[in-house]
């Protein structure tokens, strides 16, 4: 099935008459194309940027690029292989990148390019793919070339294209142009005889199959925009016929999405579901999500004389992720349309055949996707990551155009005379400049206000650690301080200009610490590291394995003096530092004459938080308890494992378990702290240690949690 209509021409007597109608197309397609590109690349200042330097300075656009580099580096999503920790690797629990982001960073990459120029021309050609489609789309759903031309403009330069322009797989929203063409032509145009003998072939399977594959985010309001037209088809004409077809559109799109993130379900079918990282409060989700007046005004970031009135007001401090992103003018005035149909029943009979079928997907996503809507309750429980409602932008907005165009067109049909050709392409020519001067903001640069500063600091970080890199051997590990969250928003915001990504994306042989996941093991070893004085730390890291340690002063709020003066005290000198001093390396004593590495020790369920006081660090249980035992080497080493053991009120025995056999038991006192060892040899790897007690815990008086029993620390624990 062709998604051009060749048969249709532009008009009665087309400009270029002598040029045959499938050329004109074509040149109407590449025209807006050449058009985005152009106005995409001074919009965000890409002529202000060295092209080796990544689009976005943000922590979201690190984390971004962090993902996207390390599934190019591993094959899979999600699994960090360059992890500087005691344990091989581990999961990043976010899919990081749909297969079409994949594809294009390993098409671009094909050319030994640095992962910021890759970035960067994966970046334009998402805007070239997305004008392309557009307007193939707009064509085969009945609008004319020069109006297809203009809503694929209008849809390919979406304000959520520039905002999110340094999160890659955000900006190749085409799925949502696919996803319409799949619910308007093949869905709810059940009338047409050509849909139910032509529907199956290559161009649906394909556009499904895509949708899928552009990421968890964009296949699931693809599912649900033709659901929506399925279910609004079959209701209008009282058959099932568009529930099946929208069905069997779903199942293909679901086929994509698994072929897409099966290497990493694969990798980490180990992994249980990491409730931390998805879990959110109640007041986050609260503030999730689409906001109508947003949608509805001028472009938020367009501080121009003409819109500067209307986005008076917006918080522009809010992160992009979560930010709602406008539709623009022609996407406003589409989406107002659409909203009103339902309520002008009269009008509605006299509508178009496409708005009328636009407005049941509408509706459905502006529903779940706005702040408070459906989505607020149910995206927990299907795995929508924060700030994912905000990318039913581009859903909404494609319709809106689609509609916004088709009122446009019937207005532009009432114009008669000797001129009017040449008056409606000149309105049509004004409508696509007020998109543009709305939407890119080329006037004020205001999708690219921090370039400079952005360039020089990729500079700075780009040298520093090449020169840390050039004194290691590949795969030495390297400590970072401070501890941070991942990912990024999950915890406590980082410190203005922290980022903890750098030193990974600047890399390509050193392993570094920061990647540990909220919630898993790993990042539970991280928390238990930080409850000790840097000495300990230190001392500990050493054993480990760690080459070295690296300070980002500007993490800290006294940027880095208490942290510095205490390795000082130690007699740990700096060894390298960058430009503005804010970055600091120190070579760890001793990490170079051990022979086999200490194996680690991290509580894996059965814990609470970790707590300290008077020089102790302690870790409670909440019954029945367990603890990874790392061994990072890569032959079988033998381990010395000692606990110190309190139980809680009463009196009770707790034993060691390995697999299915004890390792020792010991009765424990109550108060009083009792030693639990036992001597095992341990194959390289982790392998899980149980706890078991034979006494429920017990709830004091004043905490909420039940206690069983606590292992007690004066130093980091390391099996040797």
Known sequence: MSLIRRSEPLDKRPILSFIPARWREIGWMLATALIVLVVAWRALGSGSLPFDVPVGGSIEASQSRYLIEAAREDGAHGRITRAGLPFSAHHGDLPGAGGVTLALVRLFGVTGATLGSVLNLSLLAGFVLCALLAVTIYRRLGLTANQAALAGLAFALLPLHFQHAGLLPNTLYFAAALSGWLSLEVVARNADARAGTHAWRGPVVIAALLCGWSGSTYAFFSCLVIAAAALGSAAAIGAWRPVQRGALIIAIIGAGALISFAPAWWSSSSYVIDTEVIAQSAEHRSGDGLELAQLLRPTALNRNTTTASAATGVDTSVSPVHRTAPLGLVGAAGLLVLLLVPLLGLWRKRAAPTVRDAVAPTWAVFLFATVGGFGAAFAPWLGLHAGALALAAPFIAFFAILAAITVLGALLDRIRGTHARTVKASLIGLVAVACIADQAGLATGAWAPANAAHAARYAQDRTFFAGIESTLAPGSMILQWPQATFPADSGPPLAAGADPFAPYLHTQTLRWSFGAARGRYEERWQRLMDAFPASAQVEA???????????????????????????????????????????????????????YRALAIAPLDGWSVVESANGEVWIWSTGDASLVLHNANTIERPCYLELSIESYRVARTVSMWEGGRQLAEQRLDAGVPTRLSAYLDAAAGPRTIDLRTDEAP?????????????????????CR
Do not use: C, W
């Open 541 to 595: 890291a050493a054993a480990l394995g760690f080459s070295g340690l690296l300070v980002d002063r500007l993490a800290y709020p006294d940027h880095g003096g208490a942290i510095q003066a205490q390795l000082g005290a130690a007699g740990i000198q700096p060894a390298l530092q960058s430009e503005d001093g804010m970055q600091v390396y120190y070579t760890l004593p001793n990490s170079k004459a051990q022979r």
């Open 698 to 718: 017990n709830i004091p008086e004043a905490d909420s949690r039940a206690l069983a029993f606590r292992i007690v620390m004066t130093k980091i624990p390391v």
